[in-house]
């Protein structure tokens, strides 16, 4: 059984910084393609970052520039800088662990809240 554990969310000022981690249990985390996405309330959970397992990346145009995504597999956690951050980033953000048609698994989510 895979877990992915989100930690590193909480309150913040517009244009202050977060770091989100993700650690994930098990031997998939290599080989996984890692996500990062996010739910405010009322709206549908939307991509904000991913990268492959090669190391490639991707950003919603949103965050772009903001922030960054990365990995360390030796420690099997994924992290999402973010910086500059405004009112609309606040969201729950949740972590993904996925291998195209095999596996898909979801963190619980931490709550990103950010002030204006």
């Known amino acids: 059984q895979v877990q992915l554990v989100e930690s590193g969310g909480g309150l913040v000022q517009a244009g202050g910084s977060l770091r989100l981690s993700c650690a994930a249990s098990?031997?998939?985390?290599?080989?996984?393609?890692m996500g990062w996405y996010r739910q405010a309330p009322g709206n549908q959970r939307e991509l904000v970052a991913f990268i492959t397992s090669g190391g490639r990346t991707n950003y919603a145009d949103s965050v772009q520039g903001r922030f960054t995504i990365s990995r360390d597999n030796a420690k099997n956690t994924v992290y999402l800088q973010m910086n500059s951050l405004k009112p609309e980033d606040t969201a729950v953000y949740y972590c993904?662990?996925?291998?195209?048609?095999?596996?898909?698994?979801w963190g619980q989510g931490t709550q990103v809240t950010v002030s204006s």
């Open positions: 098990g031997s998939i985390f290599s080989i996984s393609t």
């Open positions: 993904n662990a996925a291998l195209a048609r095999v596996y898909e698994y």
